[in-house]
């Protein structure tokens, strides 16, 4: 094997989002004589973003302060808000807002034009930024410090062996790298293993968001209004809740939140979602109308209890792969982009050691914010009776309750086959697209060359066919969004999995729900996955 070929920076950034661009725009802006870049494994610079969004713009306008002069291309500044309990055919409006949702001041945006835009400005600046380029692996330096991250090999066949266009993945290193990789990052992963960055901390809680833009004729969209609701289609007893944003030019954004701590191992995240357009309050908004785009991301919820640290030799986290939304506020990129300009302060002025960021983040607003709502989100394990009593209470209360309470993990939360109650799914037939979760993946335009190594990694295939499917049914089949596990004839009457990796839009919920830990996420192909047209 030959010897790497390898590019040196002082600082490589992983993640084209948010929090990696802005990272990279405020070191650049302190500390012009830097070299930094910046990796994104989509095939260009927001292909692979998704958010509702709704952002606060104050961290913006500390870092790109004359931003409002010339906007991304989505940008609604917010109008009005509503919050709803639903019912299977109607629901009721709050007479009142919580806090977090209060809008005013706030912008609508597509996170992924969004970081499109944040590009050029960081190129401008001296960043170098390449897309399509994934980060298969960690290098570490000799005294087992972080000393950059491996690209990983174009070219290799499903078997392993070389295509005619096989090209070695180089090494970038630097004195320092910046994890920046979203919610469950995978490399941030190994680092949290390697380091211990958990120990001390719950750990993290994550829920699923599904998304889809809409084009409906222009008089039934309110551009800037923005809805949030509980309730139908979830039970009491599971977390979720749906958002409907109007933009411009006839175009809706809307989705829908399930959290991954749910314990019914036949539920369906994307089955509800799909439940809840055909609410009468959303199916008026969309009938007759055509999707544009769809989606699906993990959304970090651990909150202020299950934040790892976020340094180690050689390497800080920042931003949704620090763990730094806020839940009730259902935003997390003013939180990134809080979190980036910290930690290329903290660098700028540290001659590039992470030493001391985890410190400053904890003592930041950033932290501050996290800590006065880390309550709310854990109260609805209980019930969504109960959440809703603790949120008012810990609103009144401005988060100073004497007590915190405890995250568990995701996989850890679902009830083995008859040793549950089946809850009331109270559904119905529903007529709005897609039809099922293939034609939805037809609206993420998501591509993977199918010769090429799986990247959903099944440890042991055994315990599907046996222990699982006995004691959950393969709740994999289902949690996916995108129909990539899928349970089959073996040819002797039993079961086995097949994985339908081209499939995947990459969020990560088989990383994080599979009860057995058996599903590891690693990245395909640079360039590979999900192509969203303004998520």
Known sequence: MSEREFMEYDVVTVGGGP??????????????????????????????????????PEPLDALLPGWRDSPPPVCIPATEDEFWMLSKTGGFKFPFLPPGMRNHGNFIVSLGAMCAWMAPQAEALGVEIYPGFAAADLYYNEDGSVGGVRIGDMGVAKDGSHKPGYTQGIDIRAKVTVLAEGARGHLTKRLIEKFGLDSGCDPQGYSIGIKELWQVPEERVTPGKIVHAMGWPADSRTYGGSFVYHLDKGRIALGYVSGLDYTDPRYKPWEA???????????????????????????????????????????????????????????????????????????????????????????????????????????????????????????????????TFRNKADWTTLHKLGEYEEPRRDYVERTLPPRDRLAGVYFAATEHDEDQPVHLIVHNTDVCATTCL????????????????????????????????????????????????????????????PNYQNL
């Open 470 to 529: 006995k004691e959950y049914d393969n709740p994999c089949t289902r949690f996916c969004p995108a129909g990539v596990y899928e349970m089959v004839d073996d040819g002797t009457g039993g079961k086995r999995l097949q994985v339908n990796a081209a499939n995947c839009v990459h969020c990560k919920t088989c990383d994080i729900k599979d009860p057995y830990e058996n599903i590891t996420w690693v990245t395909p192909e640079g360039g590979a996955g």
């Open 19 to 56: 929090a990696g661009l802005a990272f990279a725009i405020r070191l650049k802006q302190i500390r012009p004589e830097l070299s930094v870049c910046v990796i994104e494994k989509a095939s260009t610079i927001g292909a692979q973003i998704l958010s509702g969004a709704v952002i606060e």
């Open 273 to 403: 979602f799909q439940q809840w357009k055909n609410h009468p309050h959303v199916k008026a908004l969309l009938e007759g109308g055509s999707i544009v785009s769809a989606g699906a991301r993990a959304i970090v919820t651990g909150g202020w209890q299950s934040l790892p640290k976020c340094e180690m030799p050689g390497a800080i986290l920042i931003g949704d792969t620090a763990g730094l939304l806020n839940v009730p506020k259902i935003k997390g990129t003013h939180q990134a982009i809080r979190s980036a300009m910290l930690a290329a302060e903290h660098l700028a002025g540290s001659e590039l050691s992470p030493q001391g960021f985890d410190a400053k983040l904890r003592a930041s607003p950033a932290m501050a914010e996290l800590r006065t709502v880390r309550n709310v989100k854990p109260g609805f394990k209980r019930g969504l009776w109960f959440g809703l009593i603790n949120a008012a209470w810990e609103t009144v209360v401005g988060g100073r309750s004497p007590w």
